[in-house]
């Protein structure tokens, strides 16, 4: 049984229940824009820094700090469960995270292990661990995310063995050799439920999943290699009462998929209107988002304007919680951050 938190905001915006003002985090919120967080990565390595929980709760509590967000989400990074089923990445400046045997060939899929619940524990007790020093830390302040990438995400990852453009390995694979991908999206799956109920059950107060390439999939291919999948996941830790929010880059020809996959929340990019969004889908899911990450390079003025858009463009009710589209970039001033933070919750308040 949970504590009573101090702001749970944005777990009833998660509810679709009334607020009083529009509650607001940031994908990314901790990391490289702010001069904090690269005082830190100055120590460690990326990999190391993800495995240890002092330093997991140092970078959490960050944006709370600085930002004045209304909600921590969990340092880590999507990867960490697939490395945990056998596969070995390392994580580079230049390209970022790379595989050095991409999951292509039977041998390579026979290899990755399915992680149980107590494995997932065993396996990554770094997880477990900084959940309860960033609990401690925020003393019932405001909710904890917990997060995991989509199987259909992380399947992309695993394929291509660094981030594509062209997607060109897991769509050979995919329209080619179909039974491989789903045997592949199958393990990734029971991982991912297991790996989300670990953190769940170490307190975090709500989790999300990112399929951050899952707009590169058309309606049918969607429909076949993510959404089932997805809604496995989703289905799988829906009786511990968690509220789910899923995300996906490039929604507008899934967002009905997305509001009937059963999640709470439906979290959107920019390049949807947010207007449209809640009329497609109705009381299904709350909106999340989603004001383009590029806003935050303009002064405060310009903020506000784009900002009181998607604030006017939602209207009126319960059910948004505001985001970005995607994840801060990496050289957005951090004054402008704070600014956003601080117009949403200016300027929803008066509703």
Same mark, same amino acid.
């Given at each position: 049984?949970?504590?009573?938190?101090?702001?749970?905001?944005?777990?009833?915006?998660?509810?679709?229940?009334?607020?009083?003002?529009?509650?607001?985090?940031?994908?990314?919120?901790?990391?490289?824009?702010?001069?904090?967080?690269?005082?830190?990565?100055?120590?460690?390595?990326?990999?190391?820094?993800?495995?240890?929980?002092?330093?997991?709760?140092?970078?959490? +509590?960050?944006?709370?700090?600085?930002? $004045? =967000?209304? &909600?921590?989400? /969990? !340092?880590?990074?999507?990867?960490?469960?697939?490395?945990?089923?056998?596969?070995?990445?390392?994580?580079?400046?230049?390209?970022?995270?790379?595989?050095?045997?991409?999951?292509?060939?039977?041998?390579?899929?026979?290899?990755?292990?399915?992680?149980?619940?107590?494995?997932?524990?065993?396996?990554?007790?770094?997880?477990?661990?900084?959940?309860?020093?960033?609990?401690?830390?925020?003393?019932?302040?405001?909710?904890?995310?917990?997060?995991?990438?989509?199987?259909?995400?992380?399947?992309?990852?695993?394929?291509?063995?660094?981030?594509?453009?062209?997607?060109?390995?897991?769509?050979?694979?995919?329209?080619?050799?179909?039974?491989?991908?789903?045997?592949?999206?199958?393990?990734?799956?029971?991982?991912?439920?297991?790996? +989300?109920?670990?953190?769940?059950?170490? $307190? =975090?107060? &709500?989790?999300? /999943? !990112?399929?951050?390439?899952?707009?590169?999939?058309?309606?049918?291919?969607?429909?076949?290699?993510?959404?089932?999948?997805?809604?496995?996941?989703?289905?799988?830790?829906?009786?511990?009462?968690?509220?789910?929010?899923?995300?996906?880059?490039?929604?507008?020809?899934?967002?009905?998929?997305?509001?009937?996959?059963?999640?709470?929340?439906?979290?959107?990019?920019?390049?949807?209107?947010?207007?449209?969004?809640?009329?497609?889908?109705?009381?299904?899911?709350?909106?999340?988002?989603?004001?383009?990450?590029?806003?935050?390079?303009?002064?405060?003025?310009?903020?506000?304007?784009?900002?009181?858009?998607?604030?006017?463009?939602?209207?009126?009710?319960?059910?948004?919680?505001?985001?970005?589209?995607?994840?801060?970039?990496?050289?957005?001033?951090?004054?402008?951050?704070?600014?956003?933070?601080?117009?949403?919750?200016?300027?929803?308040?008066?509703?």
């Amino acid at each position: 049984m949970k504590t009573m938190l101090k702001n749970d905001t944005f777990l009833r915006a998660c509810r679709r229940e009334p607020v009083d003002y529009t509650p607001v985090w940031i994908m990314r919120q901790a990391g490289r824009y702010m001069k904090e967080y690269r005082a830190i990565r100055k120590k460690v390595d990326f990999l190391t820094m993800c495995k240890t929980p002092e330093l997991v709760t140092e970078a959490t +509590l960050l944006p709370v700090e600085i930002l $004045g =967000v209304d &909600a921590a989400i /969990l !340092f880590s990074d999507i990867l960490i469960p697939v490395e945990a089923m056998g596969l070995e990445v390392r994580f580079t400046e230049k390209r970022g995270p790379v595989f050095s045997n991409p999951v292509r060939s039977e041998s390579g899929l026979e290899g990755l292990s399915i992680l149980n619940l107590p494995e997932s524990v065993e396996r990554m007790p770094f997880i477990k661990e900084s959940i309860r020093l960033i609990l401690e830390a925020l003393d019932n302040r405001l909710p904890l995310i917990g997060f995991s990438g989509a199987p259909f995400t992380l399947a992309t990852y695993m394929i291509e063995g660094e981030t594509s453009k062209n997607f060109t390995w897991i769509k050979r694979i995919m329209y080619d050799n179909p039974a491989f991908l789903h045997k592949l999206l199958d393990k990734i799956t029971t991982t991912i439920i297991n790996y +989300l109920e670990m953190q769940i059950n170490a $307190g =975090v107060h &709500a989790v999300q /999943l !990112f399929d951050t390439w899952a707009g590169s999939l058309g309606p049918v291919d969607y429909q076949e290699f993510a959404l089932p999948y997805t809604e496995r996941v989703i289905k799988g830790i829906k009786e511990t009462g968690c509220p789910i929010i899923l995300f996906a880059n490039g929604v507008s020809s899934i967002l009905e998929f997305m509001g009937n996959s059963g999640a709470d929340v439906a979290g959107l990019d920019w390049r949807i209107d947010i207007g449209d969004a809640r009329k497609r889908v109705g009381n299904m899911v709350a909106l999340q988002g989603n004001l383009d990450p590029c806003v935050l390079y303009a002064r405060p003025p310009v903020i506000k304007k784009y900002a009181k858009n998607i604030l006017d463009r939602y209207g009126s009710g319960p059910g948004h919680i505001f985001n970005l589209g995607h994840g801060i970039l990496p050289d957005t001033p951090v004054e402008h951050a704070k600014a956003l933070i601080e117009i949403v919750h200016e300027e929803s308040g008066k509703r």
